[in-house]
């Protein structure tokens, strides 16, 4: 909970106190109309509706557009006398801002043929490798390689690349 505190921008701050405010605000109208009970009930219960969901809706949008980049997988190989496979890939900045840092996960997952049962396994990964890359400017393409050990599954995997940046 306190990285996620720690790690909030303005914007957030901003979207969480309108949205306290609005919040407030429906309150008060409400209790100032009680006399038409059905729009009292109706507007308390917005303000409570609104108070649980914009918040959560908003900073996944917000951050969604303010921090757009997308992760490509080029290759991946299987080190053979060595229990790592090396992961290589492109991380682009889609923003209009600059991004501090980047945060790189490559996730391994089972695979088992069985399209449902890949499904839920690709929730529950069985190993992850994170990179920190720093400095990335608006449209930069950057390229990186990460190295997934120790890696001693012997079957069938997947391998995915994801970004969350700042």
């Known amino acids: 909970m306190s990285t996620f505190i720690e790690e909030l921008i303005s914007y957030d701050y901003i979207l969480f106190g309108g ?21 009292s009930i109706f507007l308390i ?11 959560t809706l908003g900073y996944v949008k917000m951050h ?6 997308s992760t490509q997988l080029t290759s991946q190989k299987r080190l053979t006398f060595t229990q ?3 992961v290589n890939g492109t991380l682009l900045n889609e923003s209009k801002f600059n991004f501090q840092t980047c945060k790189i996960t490559a996730s391994a997952t089972k695979v088992t043929g069985n399209p449902l049962k890949d ?7 069985f190993k992850n490798m994170s990179i920190i890359e720093e400095n990335i400017a608006v449209g930069e393409l950057r ?22 940046c700042r």
């Open 19 to 39: 949205v306290f405010i609005l919040f407030i605000l429906l309150i008060i109208l409400g209790i100032l109309k009680r006399k038409k009970f059905g729009l």
């Open 45 to 55: 219960f917005l303000s409570f509706l609104i108070l649980i969901l914009v918040p």
């Open 64 to 69: 969604e557009y303010l921090f757009k980049n």
């Open 84 to 86: 790592a496979v090396i």
């Open 119 to 125: 499904y839920i396994l690709g929730f529950n990964p």
């Open 143 to 164: 390229e990186f390689k990460i190295i997934i050990e120790p890696f001693t599954y012997s079957k069938d995997y997947n391998i995915s690349v994801g970004a969350s």
